[in-house]
């Protein structure tokens, strides 16, 4: 495959994670400007976008039936613009959200497309390697904008929005450079309609949650750091975007840490998250704060494109697009819970502390860590008993 339709494919990675974080800046100014807004309401404006993945996320396999790939593309890449550059513009903050909801819908059409065109077009360590690279893009591309974005939060929340300008780089990139990707065909798709694993479906919800672990740090870094007298408005950006190049080293280097830790990984990255959430939960310095932040994107970094790789061995290939939006449709309903999430686990523990959270979820990942071997172990004698 062409380099300019390999850079095409990947370049997509940034809607993924990226799409929904951008707002993440904003989350205080738009506190302060909206005085009556409800706390929970304020931070759905950067969890919101993943509710309303899911509707097109479920239609993207049938689109891709009717439609070529590209064209699904370049429709989804406008509707991410305007849904992400409109609430610049917005006096109302039910506005803001409808936009944010249009952005959603973007995605839902973007990340099942490009996925998808990856798992098909490519094999083995190539795919592994495809799927590191997009999240190290991800990662690193976040962090760019992030980094920017805090600064920019500064000057007011308006000016957050107006940076998803970017995606303009993107559309233009698919088409110029994207092949079209004929829709699927009728008799391929009858062929690939056969029931999914079910470990697939314990692979999926995984990737739900420790998606929902990561997106706690975007959602509650903001009103964390003002609540506990650590940085500044534009500290929320640079240590989102220390989280984002955790997510781009853990992303480069997921294919060689598979290949030579096998099944101890999982464990090694539940332990690297869960050291991660025990610090910031400990905190009191930006720095402290920017090391946990950094754990916690390394470990989200290895285990989201260890989901996809996963995905791509169990699953057949002709059923991988509906494996894959049922992955995504997880860990974009894991992503727009987590902040009810952390309610939750208020609620539980009696206290309104999101250090107390935080502590609570370190302890949770570490017994996960711990419980992992033994059960990994069993589903690997159990496959070669069936296999004998």
Same mark, same amino acid.
């Given at each position: 495959?062409?380099?300019?339709?390999?850079?095409?494919?990947?370049?997509?990675?940034?809607?993924?994670?990226?799409?929904?974080?951008?707002?993440?800046?904003?989350?205080?100014?738009?506190?302060?400007?909206?005085?009556?807004?409800?706390?929970?309401?304020?931070? !759905?404006?950067?969890?919101?976008?993943?509710?309303? =993945?899911?509707?097109? %996320?479920?239609?993207?396999?049938?689109?891709?039936?009717?439609?070529?790939?590209?064209?699904?593309?370049?429709?989804? %890449? +406008?509707?991410?613009?305007?849904?992400?550059?409109?609430?610049?513009?917005?006096?109302?903050?039910?506005?803001?959200?409808?936009?944010?909801?249009?952005?959603?819908?973007?995605?839902?059409?973007?990340?099942?497309?490009?996925?998808?065109?990856?798992?098909?077009?490519?094999?083995?360590?190539?795919?592994?390697?495809?799927?590191?690279?997009?999240?190290?893009?991800?990662?690193?591309?976040?962090?760019?904008?992030? $980094?920017?974005?805090?600064? =920019?939060?500064?000057?007011? !929340? @308006?000016?957050?929005?107006?940076?998803?300008?970017?995606?303009?780089?993107?559309?233009?990139?698919? =088409?110029?450079?994207?092949?079209?990707?004929?829709?699927?065909?009728?008799?391929?798709?009858?062929?690939?309609?056969?029931?999914?694993?079910?470990?697939?479906?314990?692979?999926?919800?995984?990737?739900?949650?420790?998606?929902?672990?990561?997106?706690?740090?975007?959602?509650?870094?903001?009103?964390?750091?003002?609540?506990? &007298?650590?940085?500044?408005?534009?500290?929320?950006?640079?240590?989102?975007?220390?989280?984002?190049?955790?997510?781009?080293?853990?992303?480069?280097?997921?294919?060689?840490? $598979?290949?030579?830790?096998?099944?101890?990984?999982?464990?090694?990255?539940?332990?690297?998250?869960?050291?991660?959430?025990?610090?910031? &939960?400990?905190?009191?310095?930006? !720095?402290?704060?920017?090391?946990?932040?950094?754990?916690?994107?390394?470990?989200?970094?290895? %285990?989201?494109?260890?989901?996809?790789?996963?995905?791509?061995?169990?699953?057949?290939? %002709? $059923?991988?697009?509906?494996?894959?939006?049922?992955?995504?449709?997880?860990?974009?309903?894991?992503?727009?819970?987590?902040?009810?999430?952390?309610? &939750?686990?208020?609620?539980? +523990?009696?206290?309104?502390?999101? @250090?107390?959270?935080?502590?609570?979820?370190?302890?949770?990942?570490?017994?996960?860590?711990?419980?992992?071997?033994?059960?990994?172990?069993?589903?690997?004698?159990?496959?070669?008993?069936?296999?004998?």
């Amino acid at each position: 495959m062409k380099l300019s339709v390999r850079i095409s494919l990947l370049s997509m990675a940034v809607t993924t994670t990226f799409g929904t974080m951008m707002a993440a800046p904003a989350v205080k100014p738009l506190a302060v400007a909206f005085p009556g807004t409800n706390a929970l309401l304020v931070q !759905w404006v950067v969890t919101i976008s993943s509710l309303f =993945i899911l509707p097109t %996320l479920f239609m993207a396999g049938n689109l891709g039936r009717r439609f070529s790939r590209k064209k699904i593309l370049i429709a989804g %890449l +406008l509707m991410y613009i305007i849904g992400g550059v409109g609430p610049a513009f917005m006096n109302s903050f039910e506005m803001i959200l409808a936009f944010r909801a249009l952005l959603g819908l973007s995605i839902g059409l973007i990340s099942p497309t490009f996925n998808a065109l990856i798992a098909e077009n490519f094999q083995g360590k190539e795919r592994s390697r495809m799927n590191g690279i997009q999240t190290s893009i991800n990662g690193i591309g976040g962090a760019i904008f992030l $980094s920017f974005g805090g600064i =920019i939060a500064s000057f007011g !929340w @308006r000016d957050v929005f107006l940076t998803y300008l970017y995606a303009v780089v993107l559309f233009l990139l698919v =088409i110029a450079f994207l092949p079209k990707f004929p829709p699927i065909q009728s008799e391929v798709v009858a062929k690939g309609t056969a029931k999914l694993p079910k470990f697939f479906f314990a692979v999926a919800a995984a990737a739900g949650l420790h998606s929902m672990m990561f997106t706690l740090i975007p959602t509650n870094l903001s009103l964390y750091l003002s609540n506990n &007298g650590i940085g500044t408005v534009a500290s929320v950006g640079y240590l989102t975007a220390f989280a984002l190049v955790g997510v781009f080293v853990g992303g480069l280097a997921v294919t060689r840490l $598979s290949s030579m830790l096998k099944k101890r990984l999982v464990p090694l990255d539940l332990a690297v998250m869960a050291g991660g959430f025990l610090l910031i &939960g400990s905190a009191h310095t930006v !720095w402290t704060v920017a090391v946990a932040v950094f754990m916690i994107g390394l470990a989200e970094g290895m %285990l989201f494109p260890l989901s996809f790789i996963k995905t791509a061995e169990v699953v057949p290939k %002709l $059923s991988l697009t509906s494996a894959i939006s049922l992955m995504l449709a997880c860990v974009y309903a894991c992503q727009f819970l987590s902040p009810l999430f952390v309610k &939750g686990i208020e609620q539980l +523990l009696h206290t309104d502390s999101t @250090r107390g959270v935080f502590m609570a979820i370190a302890a949770a990942l570490a017994v996960s860590a711990v419980i992992y071997m033994p059960i990994a172990r069993m589903r690997k004698n159990g496959a070669v008993q069936s296999i004998s």
